[in-house]
């Protein structure tokens, strides 16, 4: 197959205007061409008044030889083979099955192709299977109610069940086409399989996970509900098991570790085991929300609500000149801000959508990084602690609660509380207190917001607008620790393999699942198939 790219065309053209554009490009006629499959499909929208659709399409033509030479251009060349490599399997035996710590996309993902190739893995999951989480997550939004077990971090599927979903992600890892083409496995839509900007929503995601699951036991895996894991029993710096609170312990001599970024309790644990752990850079923040509408509007102008656009985003970055950087992460179009504790006296923003992404407004977070330097001191986990100041002083703001501070762009740029929201209604539940942003942030943050939004502005004119609205805090943006492992991906206990966010090695749901993936083929190379 050959493979071509940047295919030009107009956002309202046929398929028929497509495979004329593909004729063109290799010069042949109509019985030439075998097939084809849109591999890539991207909005270029840098000329509002002259969208296009960028495309890369696998072709089989007639003779395809002949078109290697046109390889110097760059726009045709050979279709790459996308398909999965296995590794080869060690030899090394397992006193017992592996033990997969959490089901988040890390731990899913690995516990996925362990089952796969058959080393019948047992992931232990500290929170509820996805629908009863569901309920838990809703009644906290509803009455604050917050369970400390079951919430938007903990349960099945992790961190991302209740998200935009989106599998955007930097890193170029070949194994991202094998995390796309299992989630279409387990139901997600095909288009993820080309689109440029791929996302699940919040209202897929939970089918989606339960899938999964049901294919790890099917291909004789385990998984168990509101198992947490407590400890770790290790000898001559081996791993030999895992306490699980309350159940006792289960023997384990490879076990996979993919507690994600806000099990505070399970890196204390580690600390405490003699676990190799360093502090790491993150970034906290603001959400910020305005009409999904108003941002279609300026990014797309008169095409905005193209059904083939799909929903408007941004991404921005902002470089102040002290050396602290803004930017907007996790954007989440025609989405929520959502309210993501886990701990009863801390509040934490996070944002979501739905697949259909039609909700009124758009959010994003803003956030500024922070480095150990920041922490206050030098142990591994002080940047927890540094999360649990913010969150404290966002909790008490808005009143003990769980009502989340909220400020109006315009205020927060004068400096000063807002009294009164404008034209956006805010989206977080349970509730919000007009406040000023200034007493839930260290200053540092707030001045470089301060000086970005009017930069963002200059971007996206209205960015900065009076009545965008500030939620805070958010805090959770990716792990301040890492777990720390070697290239045969494993701690300093012997058969422990560190994965995912929590671990400090992705950030996101693509690079989690892609994390996991490593981590078990690390554990398949190294251990016989029981
Ligand atoms: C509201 C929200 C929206 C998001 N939106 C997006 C998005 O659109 N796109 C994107 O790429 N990323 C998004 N993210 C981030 C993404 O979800 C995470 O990067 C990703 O889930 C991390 O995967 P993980 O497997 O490493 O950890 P997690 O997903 O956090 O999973 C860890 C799991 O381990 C369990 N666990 C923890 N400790 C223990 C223990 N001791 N014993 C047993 N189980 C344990 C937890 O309960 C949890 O289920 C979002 C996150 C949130 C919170």
Redesign the pocket.
């Known amino acids: 197959m050959l493979r071509i790219r940047d295919i030009q065309q107009p956002i309202d053209h046929t398929p028929e205007s497509l495979v004329r554009a593909i004729l063109v490009k290799l010069k042949i006629r109509k019985d030439e061409l075998l097939d084809y499959r849109i591999v890539r499909q991207a909005v270029d929208a840098r000329k509002k008044m002259a969208i296009f659709l960028v495309y890369s399409i696998d072709v089989h033509v007639k003779n395809e030889k002949r078109f290697l030479d046109r390889r110097k251009s760059g726009a045709i060349v050979p279709a790459p083979n996308q398909s999965y490599h296995e590794v080869a399997s060690g030899r090394e035996t397992l006193s017992a099955s592996p033990v997969v710590?959490?089901?988040?996309?890390?731990?899913?993902f690995a516990a996925l192709l362990l089952a796969r190739r058959g080393y019948r893995p047992i992931v232990?999951?500290?929170?509820k299977e996805v629908s009863e989480r569901y309920r838990d997550v809703e009644r906290f939004w509803a009455s604050g109610e917050l369970s400390g077990e079951s919430n938007?971090?903990?349960?099945?599927?992790?961190?991302?069940t209740?998200?935009?979903?989106?599998?955007?992600?930097l890193i170029h890892d070949p194994r991202c086409r094998k995390v796309l083409e299992e989630f279409v496995a387990a139901g997600a839509p095909a288009d993820i399989l080309y689109l440029s900007k791929p996302?699940l929503g919040s209202d897929r995601l939970p089918a989606i996970v339960k899938t999964i699951r049901q294919a790890i036991i099917a291909l004789g895996g385990e998984v168990h509900f509101n198992?947490?894991?407590?400890g770790l029993k290790a000898k001559d710096n081996q791993i030999t098991g895992v306490d699980i609170s309350g159940q006792g312990s289960m023997e384990a001599s490879a076990v996979i570790l993919?507690?994600?970024?806000?099990?505070r309790?399970?890196l204390a644990?580690l600390f405490k085991t003699g676990v190799n752990l360093h502090a790491k850079p993150f970034s906290i923040g603001v959400r910020i929300e305005h009409e999904q509408q108003w941002l279609a509007e300026t990014q797309y102008g008169s095409s905005a609500g193209h059904p083939r656009l799909g929903a408007a985003d941004y991404k921005l970055v902002f470089h102040a000149p002290g050396g602290r950087s803004a930017y907007s992460f996790?954007m989440?179009p025609g989405g929520l801000v959502?309210a993501?504790a886990t701990e009863a006296d801390g509040l934490v923003t996070?944002?979501?959508s739905l697949y259909a992404r039609n909700g009124t407004n758009a959010n994003s977070a803003l956030l500024v990084g922070v480095d150990p330097a920041d922490f206050g001191n030098d142990h591994p986990l002080a940047g927890i602690e540094f999360q649990r100041i913010w969150e404290r002083k966002a909790f008490a703001l808005g009143g003990n609660n769980f009502f989340a501070p909220l400020q109006l762009v315009g205020d927060f740029l004068a400096n000063r509380p807002s009294k009164v929201l404008g034209s956006i209604e805010p989206t977080y539940r349970p509730g919000w207190c007009l406040t000023n942003m200034n007493d839930c942030l260290p200053d540092y943050v707030i001045e470089t917001l301060r000086s970005a939004l009017p930069f963002f502005d200059k971007q996206i004119p209205g960015f900065a607008s009076h009545d965008a609205v500030l939620t805070g805090v958010e805090t959770?943006s990716?792990s301040p620790v890492r777990i720390v492992r070697d290239e045969c991906f494993e701690s300093n206990i012997r058969g422990l393999y560190p994965?995912?966010?929590?671990?400090g090695y992705?950030?996101?749901?693509?690079?989690?699942?892609v994390?996991?993936l490593r981590a078990a083929e690390a554990l398949i190379r190294k251990f016989a198939c029981p």
């Open positions: 710590i959490g089901s988040g996309p890390a731990g899913l232990l999951e500290r929170g938007l971090h903990f349960g099945e599927g992790g961190a991302g209740f998200s935009d979903g989106k599998l955007t992600t996302h198992c947490c894991v407590s993919a507690p994600g970024n806000s099990a309790d399970t644990m996790c989440c959502v993501a996070n944002g979501m959770r990716s994965a995912g966010e929590g671990a992705a950030g996101g749901i693509m690079s989690s699942a994390d996991g």
